[in-house]
């Protein structure tokens, strides 16, 4: 995806949880990442989790994930572009 196609695509607001969870499509315990917001007082995940999460890089307040988001029971790689408020 080209940049100015990524500034186009909607900012998802939230708290960056990194966790390590025991996945049976891997076979092995990964990274996971997800992004949960505050519904009704409860957590809830606002976009699909990352899995098998890999730090591409960190410069200050800005990070990227690259990992597999499972949808439907199928894995798509995705990058996430993430900056801290």
């Known amino acids: ?5 990524r ?3 909607p900012v998802v607001r939230g708290e960056l949880k990194v966790f390590e969870n025991r996945l049976h499509p891997f076979n092995r315990s990964v990274l996971c990442a997800q992004v949960l917001g505050a519904l009704d007082g409860l957590e809830q995940p606002l ?3 990352l899995a098998d ?3 591409i890089w960190l410069d ?3 990070l990227r994930l690259r990992g597999n988001e499972m949808v439907e029971g199928a ?3 995705q990058t996430w572009d ?3 408020v």
């Open 1 to 5: 995806m080209e940049k100015a196609e």
């Open 7 to 9: 500034a186009r695509q």
């Open 47 to 49: 976009i699909p989790e």
């Open 53 to 55: 999460v890999h730090l």
């Open 60 to 62: 200050g307040k800005r």
């Open 75 to 77: 894995l798509f790689a």
């Open 82 to 84: 993430v900056r801290l």
